[in-house]
């Protein structure tokens, strides 16, 4: 039943997010053109919620120069993928790999039959065993919730916007329109000012609108996949520690899809993190097993296992 409301939930976002695509490109084409700018922005809209349905995923994996990869390649993932998908009840989603030393990973795919487990190259190096099953049924948890559209329609509409709003910029910049769409737009040049500082806003509010409790539901789920919550909770240590100290070149139109922000941590953009903190995820799962001492300590959220892990590195 929850899952059924879970699913629902996810397809009226994908409505709303499409809607909102819509209007805002609409908005923005009436400022710049008026009348005329509305109608070809309406067409440009309809465009681009067709391609945000389709292509969406495929524009993001070609993004990280993300490559389809074989069993034969990296046969561990190959494993743990096929394990965990007969646990989870799916299809067998395709795997891509990502030339990116920083550990991460994403689901992306329009629903569970199309989908695709992206893995960087860092993480299969990185993580133990254990820890690739937690990572991955994470992942698999978000297709089975049927996240994994909203995610890169999210990431479309998001990456959409801040083009607009370079545009905006430029189109201000020399002067926007002639005086006579002036009278007829009433935007003019402040308009497009108004929105080239307001879309960049709008884009990071639309990917955090992306409920940060699809996080915890995906790790929930996944440990459950997994059959224990350890190896995610590890990896999670592992990941927050890396994503500081190695941050991954990312688009930060697309930072919500990872399992950890890729974003440095000292970024202004992180302030906007899409992702619940992750001494709270980790906290959720049950903690990081530490030697207990008795000494009356609260128990490990992750940080410590995290600095601790980064320093033994160095």
């Given at each position: 039943?929850?899952?059924?409301?879970?699913?629902?939930?996810?397809?009226?976002?994908?409505?709303?997010?499409?809607?909102?695509?819509?209007?805002?490109?609409?908005?923005?084409?009436?400022?710049?053109?008026?009348?005329?700018?509305?109608?070809?922005?309406?067409?440009?809209?309809?465009?681009?919620?067709?391609?945000?349905?389709?292509?969406?995923?495929?524009?993001?994996?070609?993004?990280?120069?993300?490559?389809?990869?074989?069993?034969?390649?990296?046969?561990?993932?190959?494993?743990?993928?096929?394990?965990?998908?007969?646990?989870?009840?799916?299809?067998?989603?395709?795997?891509?790999?990502?030339?990116?030393?920083?550990?991460?990973?994403?689901?992306?795919?329009?629903?569970?039959?199309?989908?695709?487990?992206?893995?960087?190259?860092?993480?299969?190096?990185?993580m133990n065993k254990e820890e690739l099953e937690g990572v991955i049924a994470h992942e698999l948890a978000?297709?089975?919730?049927?996240?994994?559209?909203?995610?890169?329609?999210?990431?479309?509409?998001?990456?959409?916007?801040?083009?607009?709003?370079?545009?905006?910029?430029?189109?201000?910049?020399?002067?926007?329109?002639?005086?006579?769409?002036?009278?007829?737009?009433?935007?003019?040049?402040?308009?497009?000012?108004?929105?080239?500082?307001?879309?960049?806003?709008?884009?990071?509010?639309?990917?955090?609108?992306?409920?940060?409790?699809?996080?915890?539901?995906?790790?929930?789920?996944?440990?459950?996949?997994?059959?224990?919550?350890?190896?995610?909770?590890?990896?999670?240590?592992?990941?927050?520690?890396?994503?500081?100290?190695?941050?991954?070149?990312?688009?930060?139109?697309?930072?919500?899809?990872?399992?950890?922000?890729?974003?440095?941590?000292?970024?202004?953009?992180?302030?906007?993190?899409?992702?619940?903190?992750?001494?709270?995820?980790?906290?959720?799962?049950?903690?990081?097993?530490?030697?207990?001492?008795n000494d009356g300590s609260k128990p490990d959220r992750g940080e410590e296992a995290a600095k601790t892990?980064?320093?033994?590195?160095?």
């Amino acid at each position: 039943m929850l899952k059924g409301l879970s699913v629902m939930g996810n397809n009226i976002k994908t409505v709303v997010l499409l809607a909102v695509l819509t209007a805002f490109i609409v908005w923005v084409g009436q400022i710049m053109g008026g009348t005329t700018g509305m109608v070809i922005a309406l067409i440009l809209a309809a465009a681009m919620n067709f391609f945000s349905y389709w292509f969406s995923d495929k524009l993001v994996l070609k993004m990280y120069k993300a490559k389809e990869v074989s069993p034969n390649e990296v046969p561990l993932v190959y494993e743990i993928v096929k394990k965990l998908t007969v646990r989870a009840g799916l299809p067998m989603p395709k795997v891509y790999l990502i030339p990116e030393e920083s550990p991460n990973a994403f689901a992306t795919g329009r629903d569970p039959e199309h989908a695709v487990v992206a893995v960087t190259v860092g993480l299969v190096h990185l993580m133990n065993k254990e820890e690739l099953e937690g990572v991955i049924a994470h992942e698999l948890a978000h297709i089975k919730n049927r996240d994994i559209l909203i995610g890169s329609i999210a990431a479309t509409l998001a990456g959409a916007i801040m083009l607009l709003a370079n545009m905006a910029r430029f189109a201000a910049f020399f002067g926007g329109r002639s005086g006579d769409d002036n009278n007829n737009g009433g935007g003019g040049i402040i308009g497009l000012i108004l929105m080239s500082v307001i879309a960049p806003v709008a884009a990071m509010i639309i990917q955090m609108a992306i409920s940060r409790s699809r996080e915890f539901l995906a790790d929930s789920t996944g440990a459950g996949f997994a059959g224990n919550s350890k190896g995610l909770s590890e990896a999670l240590a592992k990941l927050g520690s890396y994503s500081k100290n190695l941050p991954m070149a990312a688009n930060p139109s697309t930072a919500h899809m990872f399992i950890v922000n890729p974003l440095s941590g000292k970024s202004l953009i992180y302030l906007f993190s899409t992702h619940p903190p992750l001494e709270e995820r980790i906290q959720r799962l049950g903690g990081i097993s530490t030697e207990n001492l008795n000494d009356g300590s609260k128990p490990d959220r992750g940080e410590e296992a995290a600095k601790t892990f980064w320093k033994n590195l160095s």
